[in-house]
């Protein structure tokens, strides 16, 4: 992708990093076999580990657990990385949630979920994610989403999230 230019108003100085960072921005809808009501909270960090096999966020903030705008929690990465994740919207009567996950050394991502009814309780959820690298590394792994790694991802959401209603327990992966 193309880096984006910047206007400044004024003078100012300007630090250049020594790399051109990635940068991928994905969107994708998925078809969920439930209402929105339903749906909604497994999309969040608690909610996600009835669907997401291995998923086992620590929570830091706020002690209680509950989910709320500000909320922090780490996760544990392939590269043994602690994942840093902050809820940045929360949105239950509308079924939106934004987090920020900061993977240190790596790249950072804002992801957006929003749901909506869709046809005889069923659910659309929209998801972006928006991938920036933070380092060489970072560019590697942020390489590696092209539109059509992005869909095949999301694909394994919705089969993930769809066995998840329909089963009650993580869809196992050997």
Known sequence: MPASSCSKSKKEEVIIMPFVAQHFTGTQNIYLSASPDRVFPLFDPIGEKQWADGWEPEIVYPLCGEVEEGMVFTTDSHDEVQVIWT????DAARWHISYLRVTPGSHIARIDI???DHLDETTLA???YTFTALTAQGNDYVARFTEEHYQEWMSLWEKAINYCLQHGHPLRHH
């Open 87 to 90: 809820v940045l919207a929360f």
């Open 114 to 116: 929003h749901c909506k």
């Open 126 to 128: 929209s998801i972006s």
